[in-house]
């Protein structure tokens, strides 16, 4: 559930080299709906893309969108990636919302006003 050191919860990742996706139990109070979502946005990502995409929440519990790649991976469009994260950011927002509520209450025990 944590990456290295640094408290970074991940709720899910693609990886193009093992064409393979991950989620996290931690996360399976998520609407299928959602995590249905969430898989198409990953697959979606490694597949235009290349490398590996992963969701996580930082120590402040502050949604991430983090891409990466293999050193000799000349196929990896970093730029693209870049720009593909910006779309995602504008286009995901609401659900981007959503899901950082969600954990805010669920993992991080904070009180909503509503």
């Known amino acids: 559930m944590y990456e290295n050191d640094e408290q970074q919860v991940v709720i899910c990742g693609a990886n193009s ?3 393979k996706y991950y989620f996290n139990k931690e996360f399976s109070k998520l609407p299928d709906q959602v995590k ?3 898989k198409v946005i990953c697959v979606e990502f490694t597949e235009k893309c290349g490398g590996v995409f992963v969701i996580k929440f930082d120590e402040e519990g502050e949604l991430r969108l983090v891409t ?3 050193e ?3 196929f ?3 730029i693209g990636a ?3 994260i910006k779309n995602l950011q ?3 927002r609401e ?3 959503e899901i950082t509520l969600f954990y805010k209450v669920v993992f991080m025990g904070e009180k909503i006003d509503l």
């Open 72 to 74: 000799a991976d000349a």
């Open 82 to 84: 870049e720009l593909e």
């Open 36 to 38: 249905d979502i969430l």
């Open 90 to 92: 504008m286009t995901r």
């Open 95 to 97: 659900l981007f919302n």
């Open 76 to 78: 990896y469009d970093e």
């Open 68 to 70: 990466d790649a293999e």
């Open 17 to 19: 080299y093992e064409k």
